[in-house]
C-alpha cells in the first residue's frame, strides 16, 4: 500500500516536472510580477497558454504565494515543478525591480 501511494505520487511529479535549459521566459510576465518577487519565492512565468500563465516553481504547495501571483498577473495560473538552481538559473537574467522600475 504505502510502495503504491509513493509511485503514485513520484509518477504525478514527473508528469509536473519543467526543465528550463531551453525555456526563455517572456519578459512582460516577469515584469508584471516583479523580478524581485521572482527571486524571493523561487518562482518564473514562462508564457500564456489557454487564459492562464504557465509558471515554474520549487514551491507548488505556497498558497500565500500562488494568491500574490495571480492577483498581480491577474488571472490563473498553471504550475509546474522544476529545480531550485534551474529557477536561480533562469531569473538571475532578469535585474533587480529598483533598475527597471517594476512592481
Not at 35 to 62: I, K, M, P, Y
Request: contains cysteine; aromatic residues 4%.
Amino acid at each position: 500500500m504505502v510502495v503504491s501511494i509513493l509511485e503514485t505520487n513520484s509518477a504525478q511529479t514527473a508528469g509536473l516536472y519543467m526543465p528550463l535549459s531551453r525555456l526563455h521566459p517572456r519578459r512582460e510576465l516577469i515584469d508584471r510580477v516583479g523580478a524581485d518577487f521572482c527571486r524571493e519565492h523561487s518562482v518564473l512565468q514562462l508564457w500564456e497558454q489557454s487564459g492562464s500563465v504557465l509558471v515554474v516553481t520549487t514551491h507548488t504547495r505556497d498558497q500565500d504565494m500562488l494568491r500574490e501571483l495571480r492577483q498581480r498577473l491577474g488571472q490563473p495560473v498553471t504550475l509546474r515543478i522544476s529545480g531550485g538552481g534551474e529557477l536561480r538559473a533562469g531569473i538571475a537574467g532578469f535585474p533587480d525591480d529598483e533598475v527597471t522600475g517594476a512592481a
